[in-house]
């Protein structure tokens, strides 16, 4: 079983689920409802399924979705604590929009283990330091 990441077929098979994620996304943004999500985690399914008959361990994947915004980002569910801060920066980085409230319920969504704090404390100091910077841009 291919298990690389960084694998050639790895990265196709990859490659290949964004694909079809896209074509169940299109092009923007939009409402995020139960219909959708059911059919992306059923292409992910698939996928992972079709994967493992190629040979490819693909790994399991989590969404952290913010209907209101229509925003759906897939990362790999092993992730630990430290990564899943890293993410939790990015994310609050590429989504200024998202309230506080949201980033916390999308990420205990996708990682129910996860505790409030471990999610807040990143983002409120991004935030923090992301206003401190421009109210001195030096």
Do not use: C
């Not at 079983?1 to 896209?22: S, W, Y």
């Not at 994967?51 to 913010?66: N, W």
């Not at 590429?94 to 505790?115: C, G, L, N, Q, Y």
Request: aromatic share 6%; charged share 25%.
């Amino acid at each position: 079983m291919i298990t690389d990441e960084n694998a050639p077929e790895m990265v196709v098979a990859h490659q290949e689920l964004l694909r079809r994620l896209g074509s169940v996304l299109g092009s923007g943004y939009g409402r995020v409802d139960k219909s959708l999500m059911q059919k992306m985690f059923d292409i992910v399914k698939t996928h992972k399924e079709q994967s493992r008959t190629k040979g490819i361990d693909f790994p399991a994947l989590v969404a952290v979705v913010v209907p209101r915004l229509g925003i759906v980002e897939w990362s790999r569910a092993d992730l630990d604590i430290s990564s899943i801060r890293i993410k939790i920066v990015n994310f609050v980085r590429d989504h200024p929009t998202v309230s506080m409230v949201e980033m916390v319920a999308a990420f205990r969504a996708a990682w129910p283990s996860i505790k409030p704090d471990d999610i807040a404390a990143p983002a409120d100091s991004l935030a923090k330091g992301l206003m401190k910077k421009a109210q001195n841009p030096t």
